[in-house]
């Protein structure tokens, strides 16, 4: 027996009483059916009504089942089209065949046969269903987590649209506003979800061993080598690859990705031969790339193949009411967790949340809500909001001496914040920088912003 359910039908027909009989009985079969009196009242009909497939009648006035088919051949592609005819004339079969006709299906009607031949035609139409909902399922969470401003919905409809492409693309923003989350989400978004979601954390990889963990190795290519390694983008293969900290990675190791990205084509350290990868690329960076391509500190053909399809996501701070609905889902989760009623807020709290910076974005806002959940009481005050805020140590724009104790001795901890709050001031808040103006490698400037709360 046919399942017609959830489809939408255009079905068209010049005779009444047989349009009315047969869209009666494809709505007894769950179909949602608009009808039609010729062809041209079918293309107004497809003009402003969603219609997964057309049955049409081939002998109409004004415009015949033929030429309709063609006309939604060019307009609507991916439609599937069902004839109906009395006539069976092999000149009007081959043509129909032509414009690439689903089903033919004789006249007079049986209802079952015409049944069956759109319920099998729909097969393509359930399949693009299903992938468009899987694409909502992959994307929805973005929603909760990132937040439903204009500005992250106008983030998630780009990111649909992105999702299905395999060209790299670069996600752009400040620290803690969700680029490896939405990484994630545009590989399971992308027809390459059954794929492998491989993640380089580039400003964790000393440049010594870099050019080894993202393109591999053969045996004896250096000390210490002793077997083949394959490296991140063969473990990527057939799936996406997403490197974290672009800006991290030095100019020599940006050249080879580039070779990568564009022969699609890497060559391990110590091979003689390059190997072909079959990889979609995703990069994030939370600097801005052109300028520090025009300083020389990034490759501008790099910036330009990777920066062709970007995606910003705006910081915090320029949300707007968003930040409450996110602290309170935030909250309410971390309560939820917690086994715990959540909180009454004062409504002084809710102005404090509006007016703080958040430099660390949305892992700040999660950070404050999720430890508000554990330590305050059965009403949450502002007092409890302003401990557990972070100070803004790691704002560029904050003078490196604000907040120390004067007239005394520095402790030895509070001379080296000082020293790191001077050395992101000087270096505009880019942390790679402001560890080469420290004498230190990135990643132990990272531990030391985490060991003095200096970074959410």
């Given at each position: 027996m046919a399942d017609l359910r959830d489809l939408k039908l255009l079905y068209v027909e010049d005779e009444e009483e047989q349009r009315e009989l047969v869209k009666g009985l494809l709505e007894m079969d769950g179909a949602q059916v608009i009808g039609a009196a010729n062809g041209v009242a079918a293309l107004e009909c497809l003009a402003y009504a969603e219609v997964d497939i057309l049955v049409s009648d081939l002998r109409m006035p004004f415009l015949d089942g033929l030429g309709l088919a063609e006309r939604v051949r060019r307009q609507y592609p991916q439609m599937p089209v069902v004839l109906c005819t009395a006539f069976t004339d092999t000149d009007y079969l081959l043509r129909a065949i032509e414009l690439g006709v689903s089903a033919y299906v004789p006249k007079p009607l049986d209802y079952d046969k015409l049944a069956a031949e759109i319920d099998r035609v729909a097969g393509a139409v359930r399949q693009r269903q299903r992938i468009a909902r899987l694409e909502q399922e992959a994307l929805r969470p973005l929603s909760r987590v990132l937040g439903d401003s204009p500005s992250m919905r106008a983030v998630a409809a780009q990111a649909r649209a992105l999702a299905q492409t395999r060209y790299p693309i670069l996600l752009l923003g400040e620290t803690g506003t969700g680029k490896s989350l939405l990484a994630r989400k545009l590989h399971e978004a992308s027809p390459l979800s059954a794929g492998p979601f491989v993640v380089a954390h580039l400003g964790a990889i000393p440049e010594t061993?870099?050019?080894?963990?993202?393109?591999?190795?053969?045996?004896?290519?250096?000390?210490?080598?002793?077997?083949?390694?394959?490296?991140?983008?063969?473990?990527?293969?057939?799936?996406?690859?997403?490197?974290?900290?672009?800006?991290?990675?030095?100019?020599?190791?940006?050249?080879?990705?580039?070779?990568?990205?564009?022969?699609?084509?890497?060559?391990?350290?110590?091979?003689?031969?390059?190997?072909?990868?079959?990889?979609?690329?995703?990069?994030?960076?939370?600097?801005?790339?052109?300028?520090?391509?025009?300083?020389?500190?990034?490759?501008?053909?790099?910036?330009?193949?990777?920066?062709?399809?970007?995606?910003?996501?705006?910081?915090?701070?320029?949300?707007?009411?968003?930040?409450?609905?996110?602290?309170?889902?935030?909250?309410?989760?971390?309560?939820?967790?917690?086994?715990?009623?959540?909180?009454?807020?004062?409504?002084?709290?809710?102005?404090?949340?509006?007016?703080?910076?958040?430099?660390?974005?949305?892992?700040?806002?999660?950070?404050?809500?999720?430890?508000?959940?554990?330590?305050?009481?059965?009403?949450?005050?502002?007092?409890?909001?302003?401990?557990?805020?972070?100070?803004?140590?790691?704002?560029?724009?904050?003078?490196?001496?604000?907040?120390?104790?004067?007239?005394?001795?520095?402790?030895?901890?509070?001379?080296?914040?000082?020293?790191?709050?001077?050395?992101?001031?000087?270096?505009?808040?880019?942390?790679?920088?402001?560890?080469?103006?420290?004498?230190?490698?990135?990643?132990?400037?990272?531990?030391?912003?985490?060991?003095?709360?200096?970074?959410?």
């Open positions: 061993t870099a050019e080894s963990e993202l393109f591999g190795h053969v045996r004896g290519a250096f000390t210490g080598a002793l077997k083949d390694r394959l490296g991140l983008f063969r473990q990527a293969q057939g799936g996406t690859l997403f490197l974290d900290d672009i800006d991290t990675a030095s100019l020599a190791l940006q050249a080879k990705i580039l070779h990568a990205v564009e022969t699609a084509h890497i060559t391990p350290l110590g091979g003689d031969r390059p190997l072909p990868v079959d990889t979609r690329l995703l990069a994030a960076s939370n600097v801005d790339l052109l300028a520090a391509a025009q300083a020389g500190r990034f490759r501008l053909d790099l910036f330009y193949r990777l920066g062709n399809l970007p995606l910003r996501l705006p910081p915090l701070r320029e949300r707007g009411e968003e930040i409450l609905t996110l602290a309170r889902a935030f909250l309410r989760e971390a309560c939820n967790d917690l086994g715990r009623e959540v909180p009454e807020t004062e409504p002084a709290v809710l102005d404090l949340l509006r007016a703080h910076p958040w430099p660390g974005n949305l892992r700040e806002l999660k950070f404050v809500m999720h430890s508000l959940a554990i330590f305050a009481g059965p009403g949450l005050t502002t007092a409890d909001l302003q401990a557990r805020l972070l100070p803004p140590f790691a704002d560029p724009q904050t003078p490196p001496g604000a907040g120390l104790p004067t007239g005394q001795p520095l402790t030895l901890a509070e001379a080296e914040v000082a020293a790191i709050r001077a050395a992101l001031h000087a270096a505009k808040g880019v942390r790679t920088e402001a560890a080469r103006l420290l004498a230190i490698d990135y990643q132990r400037l990272k531990r030391k912003l985490i060991k003095y709360g200096l970074a959410p």
